[in-house]
């Protein structure tokens, strides 16, 4: 069972970047379809990101097009989300999960496998 450890979240200001990385212990991310969730204080956790097992198809929440980007490196065994321009309301715990599928899912039920997640905090 893959165990998956997210890091490099903390605070930034408006406007700023920040770079998480997700990484895989137990297993080959090669082996899934990846993807990030976030949940805000008081909210539901939400899509965020995903990209596809082979091709590196991605797709993104409306809220982050254009702003984040994820990506996977399947030989250093880890995926990444980049963000920019953050915003206040990006603030955030945001989490890394793992499906056994091919393709770039928005659904968070079909992801089996889930990080603890990391803070992301954006100061206005």
């Known amino acids: 069972q893959v165990r998956l450890v997210e890091s490099g979240g903390g605070l930034v200001q408006a406007g700023g970047s920040l770079r998480l990385s997700c990484a895989a212990f137990?297993?080959?991310?090669?082996?899934?379809?990846m993807g990030w969730f976030r949940r805000a204080p008081g909210k539901e956790r939400e899509f965020v990101a995903a990209?596809?097992?082979?091709?590196?198809?991605?797709v993104y929440a409306d809220s982050v097009d254009g702003r984040f980007t994820i990506s996977r490196d399947n030989v250093k065994n880890t995926v990444a989300l980049q963000m920019a321009s953050l915003k206040p309301e990006d603030t955030a715990g945001y989490y890394c999960?793992?499906?056994?599928?091919?393709?770039?899912?928005?659904?968070?039920?079909?992801?089996?496998?889930w990080g603890q997640g990391t803070q992301v905090t954006v100061s206005s």
């Open positions: 999960a793992a499906r056994p599928g091919f393709s770039a899912s928005v659904r968070i039920y079909e992801y089996n496998y």
């Open positions: 990209i596809s097992k082979t091709y590196g198809n991605t």
């Open positions: 137990g297993g080959t991310l090669s082996s899934y379809a």
